[in-house]
């Protein structure tokens, strides 16, 4: 979780019915009925169980209840820690923060002739190729083979958005959907990219929080945090650097840990430098991170008297490893902790660890860590 949102979320909680709970509603609607009986007819009523009095009563604190629920609800979605979905968005209209769309991959794609033509061989916009007839790119423009050459290489993009089009490696895409006449290979040169999901509620939230700042361009860490992350919306942590005068350095890391690659570093560059978001005496450069390798060699033992349950904390051991690489290479910055995971193998169930790797490390404020391998051997029961 990025320090905004850890800030967002440690926001003290409200309530706008006073936290009243189902049971204090039953118990006020018999006690004010009693009350108004005696007042009313001068005796003292008792409500058994299944009194047709009682029964309505509390079939009626039903029915408040949930119209209260209702009126906190409502009261909770004008503040950023509770909104949500379309309450979120209405929220985020407020700041001119609109939720981002999903993103299509694009990868670019290589036409090429059984042999020179005299005269050029076109290419038609919406051309498709495919790997395995379940992913359909299309090339985004025409595109022709002049005469006498032999090969194009036009952009294609995936026919559907998201992430279901990225990491096709290069060669991957190697059949032509839509024949054109004389073209014997196709194939993409790189790998495809650019796909995304629609943006979640926590980085939309994020960056309705930091959208105040995307006013000024006086160039302040956060404002170019914001046309950072609103770039993309698969971008995690963000540092931002000013190593001399003028000089701004960006460094940022995808949601999931991993480095961001040339084309989504290039995409980030061209937002933050438009007009209007960049200081004109700023000199921004967007980078990747340094990597710091370390690697994950660990033992673990079990209670004996948890043996019922050990092939459920085994399991969740390894989850626990698993939320820990993602949770070391999430953050630029992040030294390398051992203790955070002890901790989380802790949580999972386990009665003790020992950490052979990683060691303590301190890494570079540009940095960020990265596990090459992992060995976690189960050590068996020991007792308690």
Known sequence: MSDVLSTIDSLPDISFIDNLTLEEIQ?????????????????????????????????CAQLIYQGLQNIDKAGKMNFL?????????????????????????????????????????????????????????????????PAGEMEVTVMAECTEAGIIGNDFAAGELTTLVDPIGFISKVENTEKSTGGTEIETDQNMAERIYLAPSSCSTAGPDDAYKYWAKASNPSIGDVRITSPSPGVVEIYFVMSDGTIPDDTTIDEVSEAVNQRGKRPLTD??????????????????????????????????????????????????????????????????????????????????????????????????????
């Open 81 to 145: 820690k509770y909104a949500y979905e379309g309450y979120l968005e209405n929220l985020g209209a407020l700041k001119k923060v609109v939720r981002n769309p999903a993103e299509f991959a694009r990868v670019p794609v290589k036409f090429t002739l059984s042999e020179k033509r005299e005269a050029a061989t076109g290419i038609p916009a919406g051309t498709r190729v495919t790997a395995a007839y379940e992913v359909y790119f299309a090339t985004t423009q025409y595109a022709e083979i």
């Open 27 to 59: 118990s006020q609607l018999l006690s004010d009925f009693i009350t108004k009986y005696q007042e009313i007819t001068g005796k003292r009523i008792q409500l058994s169980k299944s009194d047709p009095n009682r029964i309505i009563m509390l079939g």
């Open 283 to 384: 000199y921004v450069q967007v980078k990747k991170p340094l990597v710091e390798e370390y690697n994950i060699d660990v033992t673990y033992y079990i209670n004996s008297s948890d043996r019922g349950g050990a092939a459920a904390i085994q399991a969740q051991a390894e989850t626990a490893v698993e939320e820990y690489e993602l949770w070391q290479a999430s953050k630029i910055g992040r030294d390398i902790n051992p203790d955070e995971l002890i901790a989380r193998m802790n949580d999972a169930g386990v009665k003790r660890a020992v950490i052979r790797e990683p060691a303590f490390r301190i890494i570079g404020d540009t940095a960020k860590a990265q596990c090459t391998g992992a060995s976690i051997i189960y050590g068996g029961l020991e007792n308690d």
